[in-house]
Nanobody, 124 residues
Framework: QLQLVESGGGLVQPGGSLRLSCAASGFNWGSYIIGWFRQAPGKEREGVSC????????NYADSVKGRFTISRDNARSTVFLQMNNLKPEDTAVYYCAARRTAVPVCPSNAMDYWGKGTLVTVSS
């Protein structure tokens, strides 16, 4: 059982940066891969990034490659998403989710635990 809480969202201008955090509580944190997802207004939820249990493997959606970086601190049971050069199309509610597997793939329909989300708005 895991509980996930996102933080760090807010209003930022195009070209700016934000760092999102996903803090976890519960057992066996190191047994879970973690994914970041987002849902823009009127759009379907999409995967943003995924990180393996020890942080050694990461992957990203094409739309954010080169701009976003996912990382994790297992000593603090926390996952981060550093977002740089933000664009208006990045505006969305961002969610973190956990899956108990060793395979570093984060299908949006197969994650076991979800946070409630944090809103990111990119606007002038």
């Amino acid at each position: 059982q895991l509980q996930l809480v996102e933080s760090g969202g807010g209003l930022v201008q195009p070209g700016g940066s934000l760092r999102l955090s996903c803090a976890a509580s519960g057992f066996n944190w190191g047994s879970y891969i973690i994914g970041w997802f987002r849902q823009a207004p009127g759009k379907e939820r999409e995967g943003v990034s995924c990180i393996s249990r020890n942080g050694g493997t990461t992957n990203y959606a094409d739309s954010v490659k080169g701009r976003f970086t996912i990382s994790r601190d297992n000593a603090r049971s926390t996952v981060f998403l550093q977002m740089n050069n933000l664009k208006p199309e990045d505006t969305a509610v961002y969610y973190c989710a956990a899956r108990r597997t060793a395979v570093p793939v984060c299908p949006s329909n197969a994650m076991d635990y979800w946070g409630k989300g944090t809103l990111v708005t990119v606007s002038s």
